[in-house]
Each structure stands twice: as C-alpha cells, then as structure tokens.
C-alpha cells in the first residue's frame, strides 16, 4: 500500500504560523488520532491537535479529499502556531501515528506519478517558487497552467499521425503500390518548436535573474565599477595590475529585476598561474553572461576593442578625462557619475528580452525542456534531409519516432526513475 506522508510546509524557524501538510491513504486517519472533529471536505475547522492526550496547540486543520487536491491523494493541512517545538512535536507525533517524512519535492512527484499534472507543470512548480521577478513568476504560472503541455501534445498527434501514414506504407507496400510516394509537411511543427526554443534564455534570465559580467583590460576599474553599481566594497580595487583573479558576484535588484553582476580578471596575457586561471574564468564568465559589458579606460590612449563582442561598451574614469567615444556610456566609478543611466540602460536591455515572453504561450522554462525540444527539432531536422535525398521511408519512420520520444520525455509520458529523483531532489520539502 502507498505510505502517507508528512512534511512541514513553511520554512524552519519562529513564524506567525506553521503548516504541515500530510498526503496519502491514512491522511485522515492519522489525523484524527489527534483532532477530534469528523473531516468535512475543505472546510477551516478549528481543532485542538492533541499528543498523548494532552493537548499541543489549537489549529486550523483542513481536509481534502481525494482525487480533486494537489496530490490527488486525500491531504491534510494543519495550521500550527510558528512555534519551532510545537511543530517538530507534532511532525514526531503524525510520525508515530503512522505517517513517513516526506523526501523532497514528494508531494509534487506523487502528483505527477498519479496523473494530476506532467512533468512540465511540475517543474513550474519549482521554478514558480524560485523565481526571481514577476516575468519569471508568469512564465513559470503559464507553464503550470498546461500550457506547454497542450501544446507538445498537439504536436505530437501531428507526428503520430505522419509516423501512422509511414509505417502503414512499411508494413503493407502492396497497398500503395502505383501511389506516389507520402509526402508530408514538417514547416508548422518545426516553426512552433523553434519558436519554443527562442523562450529559453529569456525566461531563465526572468526566473534566475540576469548575468551581466564587466570585462575589459587590467586597471580600467571594473571592480570599482561593479562596487559603485552594487554600493558596497564587494571586489578588491588596486592601482595594482592583476589584482582581480577570481570573478566576484554581486545581486542587486533594478526595479524588481534580479540582476547578477560578475567582476572578471583584467584579461591580458600573463605568465603567472594563478592569474592565467584567472583569465580563462573572466572568458567563461563572459562567454555565459546575458549581458556582456566591456569597460574602457578614458585616460589610456588606445581604445582597444575586445575579441568577445560586447552588449555593451563603457567608458570610465571620465572624472580624469572626459572624451567622446562613439556607442559607449560615460561613468566614473569614482564619482558615481553615470552609474544609474548604466543600470538603466542594463534593466532596458533584460527587460526587451523579457518582453518577448508576454507574448509567448508556450515556453521552456527548464534545461530539461530545452534540451528535448531542441532534441526533438535535430530529429525532424534529420527526417526531412533524409526525404530529401529521397532515401527509404523505413529511415525517417526512425527520426520521427525519435521525434516523438523526445516529446513523451519532456512531458513525462515517459520517463525514468532517475530522471524524477534530479527533478524532484530540487525542491522544496514539503512542496
Ligand atoms: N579617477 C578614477 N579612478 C578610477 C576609476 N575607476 C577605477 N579607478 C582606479 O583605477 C585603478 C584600478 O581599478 P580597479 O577597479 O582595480 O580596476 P580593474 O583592474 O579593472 O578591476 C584603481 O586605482 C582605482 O582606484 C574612476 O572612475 N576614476
Ligand atoms: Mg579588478
């Protein structure tokens, strides 16, 4: 039989309230060993919650039944008063009385093993969550709603029905014989799946935040300037060549935009080891940034261009020297003059990747997701220069069944129990 399981549901610590949350078969059984009151399906009732018969704390408990909840098992949710003790005393209790601590993320997983939602709104879920501004928190709600789900199952109807009409060809030939050969068009299903791929790197900067590193030339103040744009003393700042080794990483937000700034090493060729390292992290850094912003120094005299292609061109230390070039903005990170028009013009630039979301339906807000869109694409990419050539139907047959896999794991359709457990080991306990 299935194990009901029991998890607190707020954070750990003294807070106004505490919920634990039970779900599985003996839910409501377990629970009433300690509330005396008959379950009334999704009803506040007031309860004393009661341990050796003696009572604990007085709650709110709600009950609901199975299948129309979270889970789709029967659950339970107890309000506690935030008392750290009172809720680890009552966890022991519902542990007891016959309830298992659930592992992470277990309340969701059971809702995708029992066919509530796909692994898709699943992991909406967790990015829903996690989501660092109010554009990642709709992407991540459109995605929870089902609506990539609808989407990949009307496409992979579409490619049922191709890989049908081929494989009827394959197993009766007699049938068809005279015919011309199938022909079949894969134009909106491949736009559709790219357009889906677009969504990515937008929605991970809406729910992760955007990565925007500062690269240049030793000593042309990038630390000093990722100082003066977070406001505090994160990098160290010499007049010594070579003092930044490592990248620095600092969060700030601009106007409930998570934004990550990262100071790189000064990238130059250097003998020394440590800073060699150094510079082949600035140009990862870099090369992984959303927004790459390369700083200039105003007083040298040579204004080198980067071999990276920059977002974005700076020009500081305009307090010593104040010259025009052309397509940078001009700062000082000493003064703090142009600081605010950067972060401006850096919360412009996230915010019109952004922006393409709002009007996207369907869009892949996990790795995972990208990974067997993009999958999916190289397969129908295959099939059609397969028929292009005009080799046997037998080969495509192949490419658009891998096709349809790819679809059947980015929703859950199948999948592996190792594939839940790294889902799943993400989330919250409790969720
Ligand atoms: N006058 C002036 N000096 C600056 C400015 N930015 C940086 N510096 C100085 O330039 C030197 C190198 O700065 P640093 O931030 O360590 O440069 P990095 O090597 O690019 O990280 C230090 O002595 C800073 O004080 C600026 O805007 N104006
Ligand atoms: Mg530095």
């Not at 003696?54 to 889970?71: N, Q, W």
């Not at 990539?148 to 496409?155: A, D, P």
């Not at 900067?205 to 030339?217: M, Q, R, S, T, Y």
Request: aromatic fraction near 6%; charged fraction near 30%; glycine fraction near 6%.
């Amino acid at each position: 039989m299935v194990d009901t399981i029991v998890a607190l549901s707020t954070p750990p610590g003294r807070s106004a309230i505490g919920v634990v949350r039970l779900s599985g078969p003996q839910a409501f059984e377990i629970v009433r060993k300690h509330i005396r009151k008959s379950p009334k399906n999704r009803y506040a009732l007031h309860a004393n919650f009661e341990v050796d018969e003696k009572l604990l704390d007085d709650v709110i408990v709600i009950f609901y039944e199975a299948p129309g909840t979270y889970s789709g098992e029967d659950m339970v949710e107890i309000f506690f008063h935030g008392s750290p003790l009172i809720l680890s005393t009552a966890l022991r209790a519902l542990e007891k009385s016959g309830a298992r601590f659930a592992e992470k993320g277990e309340f969701t997983k059971r809702a995708f093993l029992n066919g509530k939602i796909d692994l898709t709104e699943a992991e909406a879920v967790e990015k829903l969550i996690d989501s660092s501004s109010l554009s990642g928190i709709d992407s991540a709600r459109k995605v929870m709603k089902g609506n990539l789900k609808r989407k990949v199952e009307k496409i992979r109807e579409k490619l049922l029905r191709i890989s049908a009409e081929i494989e009827v060809r394959i197993d009766y030939p007699e049938e068809f014989e005279g015919e011309e050969e199938y022909d079949f068009d894969l134009t909106d299903i491949l736009d559709d799946l790219e357009a889906m791929l677009k969504t990515y790197d937008p929605a991970k900067e809406a729910i992760d935040g955007i990565k925007v590193a500062l690269f240049g030339l030793t000593n042309v103040g990038k630390s000093s300037l990722l100082n003066a744009i977070v406001g505090e003393d994160r990098a160290i700042v010499t007049p010594i060549a070579g003092t930044t080794r490592d990248t620095v990483e600092a969060e700030i937000f601009v106007n409930g935009l998570k934004v990550r700034m990262i100071d790189t090493a000064g990238i130059r060729k250097t003998d020394d080891e440590i800073e060699k390292i150094g510079v082949k992290r600035a140009i990862d850094a870099v090369e992984n940034a959303d927004i790459k912003v390369y700083v200039l120094d105003a007083t040298t005299s040579q204004i080198e261009l980067p071999e990276i292609e920059p977002d974005l061109i700076v020009l500081n230390k305009t307090d010593l020297m104040d010259r025009e070039v052309e397509n940078t903005i001009k700062v000082s990170a000493k003064t703090g003059y142009g600081i605010e028009s950067l972060k401006s013009k850096i919360e412009e630039m996230a915010r019109s990747d952004i922006e393409k979301l709002d009007s996207s339906d369907s869009i892949l807000i996990a790795e995972r997701q990208y990974d067997t869109v993009w999958q999916c694409v190289q397969e129908l990419k295959e099939a059609l220069l397969v028929k292009s050539k005009g080799y046997s139907i037998d080969l495509i047959s192949v490419n658009i069944r891998k096709a349809i896999e790819n679809l059947d794991l980015l929703t859950g359709n199948i999948y592996v129990d190792d594939l839940l457990d790294r889902i799943f080991s993400n989330f919250c306990v409790g969720k």
